[in-house]
């Protein structure tokens, strides 16, 4: 089974319309992380979390919120999406140690009409 | 601010060959991780290899090795024998460590590696 999981793999939706696209991860680790990429471009941070208590804005964050419900899980929540949200979104998550390394879903894409 | 810059936006190489990405990147921090990503047209992000700034040795994973050049703030990766399975979209990735908020990365904006049989 994968380490970090992403539900909806795929989803279309209408402008105006509230989607939550949800993450949980197997690993054990603290930190979680949303990221959204562009086509041609690389990932930006939407908001982070370094455990249930801590949520953080990163680059993008507006349009977007977030829940941490348990350290296993972190959910993504458009409030009324709007068609510039269409990408390809990672949820990640990193411990500690080994350099934080950032270990990532398969990634959910999405598209808003 | 710190920034990733990846100046090849594709590259072609034969199979069996060796090839080099490149990375530069901009930090004001002494303490800082730089990471290699391989996102197959499949999507998904498969970290490849990590380069702390206070290691002494370049990194190394199998046929992935990171070479580290710290004052000309670089870190290209290399792929040696390559294989039409390394066909992807590579990403360089920096860590940079200031204060309670130490695990942001940033990511540059990637190379496209696509390998001749």
């Known amino acids: 089974d994968a380490d970090v999981t992403q539900t909806p793999r795929n989803r279309i939706t209408k402008t105006g319309k509230r989607i939550m696209l949800e993450c949980s991860q197997t690993?054990?680790?603290?930190?979680m992380y949303w990221y959204r990429q562009d086509p041609g471009l690389g990932l930006r941070l939407i908001y982070y979390?370094?455990?249930?208590?801590?949520?953080n804005k990163g680059e993008i964050s507006d349009g977007y919120s977030v829940s941490r419900q348990a350290q296993a899980k972190f959910s993504l929540s458009l409030e009324s999406a709007i068609p510039n949200q269409t990408a390809l979104y990672f949820c990640?998550?990193?411990?500690?140690?080994?350099?934080?390394?950032?270990?990532f879903g398969p990634g959910t894409r999405l598209l808003v009409l | 601010a710190q920034k990733i810059t990846q100046t090849q936006p594709g590259m072609f190489v034969q199979e069996k060959e060796a090839v080099t990405l490149d990375c530069t990147y901009d930090t004001s921090d002494q303490s800082y991780g730089l990471f290699w990503y391989k996102q197959p047209s499949s999507g998904e992000m498969i970290f490849l290899i990590y380069?702390?700034?206070?290691?002494?040795q370049n990194a190394t994973e199998g046929r992935y090795s990171l070479n580290f050049q710290k004052a000309r703030k670089s870190a290209n990766l290399v792929i040696s024998a390559s294989q039409l399975g390394d066909s992807a979209m590579y990403f360089c990735a920096m860590r940079e460590r200031g204060g309670s908020s130490a695990s942001k990365i940033i990511f540059g904006s990637g190379t496209r590696l696509s390998i001749r049989p």
């Open positions: 990640a998550t990193s411990d500690s140690g080994t350099g934080e390394t950032q270990y």
């Open positions: 979390s370094f455990d249930v208590k801590d949520i």
């Open positions: 690993k054990g680790h603290d930190r």
């Open positions: 380069q702390g700034s206070y290691d002494e």
